[in-house]
């Protein structure tokens, strides 16, 4: 019953100001008009304070000849009094009649203003009442007050982003108020939105990266001033995402199988799937993202290891190339046109390049020692690659011809395994004395980065250079940072290797 009445309660305020009787429902004197100002709309704001035993509710409506203009509604109850809220009263009103109802009585408290159109004016109501309940009796009081706000009906809102963290969209932001268009906001800066209506607005932050979170309420209600300006701020931390990862893993006795997963989350979704003791593994990304490159021996039982290339989601896998050799460690170029790889199809270990459909393979290398583990410069000009042409393994680069062999490492100990770092300056790779180091790209700064008691291996560079995956004595996968600390593990139980980013 109380719902019902408090629900049907503004039709009866209207009712009220057109003249319905009200003889049961005491009525305070009019308040007296007040000195005119200009015949505008004008803000106003309300406030219900309640006390007592129950709910109260407040209703008023602004009329021009007995006809209502517009009205507004508060209900107050003690545990949260008190209420308070905005809205504008039309210009062209000359009238103003407020009602407040208690829980459970019919009774209702109103009171009627008359004014000049162009008036501005305070106004305030006040109700008690008691009443029983079940045989209990009960006793609420309220006030409800307005205040016509003097000056512009118009104010400004300035939202401010602040954007802390790690990987920060340099695209920004978009800002909203009440559901409007979007206005670009930088990651750390502030747009203004002015003359808005004075009284309360929603402002919405939207275009926030998967990585990117807000601290606090989104959207947030403002008050708009009269005349002025408020801020509100936003504010913005962003974590740091890893990418995902393709790698190799033994996951059936015999088999050895490709799998991708998010880095530094759990879980990892198996592409390739063979079941008769096949291997497939040394995975390479193209430079889009869209395929994977990889090496299986799916087509000859261990007697033969060619090189495949299949969509990111593991369908469509196609073979690349049908030599007698074993063809290894594809590297695509940065432009995606080419992939570079190891074969032994001429009786030694070579680097080759192909076209992207396996087409048009050349022997680059051409020289009676073992070169492999090719690795090309982002800016395609270059590979690295590792040979023992003059002893023992070490890291050498030529032009991405061929030609201009120049040696980057002289140690004792044998080195493979180049990896570029995103920018080109720098080269990751592995050591016999089971390290990772890394140096300059001209061969200099030689650094190393793990000291564990095994053997690290396979360094691999994020696509923003922030962190290097690397492969642990027992078979998990590592990432840290450049200079080599932070050293997380990111794979937990399997026997995995080769990790390979997905380029973003």
Known sequence: MYRLRMQSSLVLGAALLAGCSDRKTPTAP?????????????????????SGDGPSDAVWVWAAAGAALASGRGTCYPSSSPISGSGVRPG??????????????????????????????????KSTSTYYFFGSKLT?????????????????????ASTTGAQIDPDGYAVAIDGGAGQPLAVNGTVTFSQLSVGDHSVALSGLAANCTVSGPNPVTVTVPSGATVQTAFQITCAQVLGVIAFERWSNPGAMEIYVMNAGESGATRLTNDWNDFFNGLPAWSPDGAKIAFVSDRDGYNDNYEIYVMNADGSSVTRLTNSPGYDLVPA???????????????GNHEIYVMNADGSNAVNLSQNAASDGGPAWSPDGTRIAFATDRDGNSEIYIMKADGSGVTRLTRDQAGEGHPAWSPDGAKIAFERDDGSIYVMNADGSGVTRLTRSRGSDTSPAWSPDGTKIAFVTANYEIY????????????TNGGFDAYPAWRPR
């Open 30 to 50: 009019s308040a007296p008009p007040l000195a005119a100002t200009a015949a505008v709309d004008h803000s106003y704001t309300w406030t219900v304070k309640c």
């Open 92 to 125: 062209a009103a000359d009238s103003l009649r407020a009602c407040i109802w208690q829980f459970n009585n019919a009774r209702a408290t109103c009171q009627s203003w008359t004014f000049d159109a162009a008036s501005a004016f305070k106004a305030q109501l």
């Open 140 to 160: 609420a009081t309220a006030t409800l007050n307005i205040a016509e706000l003097i000056g512009s009906p118009t104010g400004d809102v300035q939202v401010t």
């Open 332 to 346: 695509w170029s940065p432009d995606g046109k080419r992939i570079a790889f190891e074969s032994s199809r001429d």
């Open 479 to 490: 990432v840290m940072n450049p200079d080599g600390s932070g050293q997380t593990s990111i």
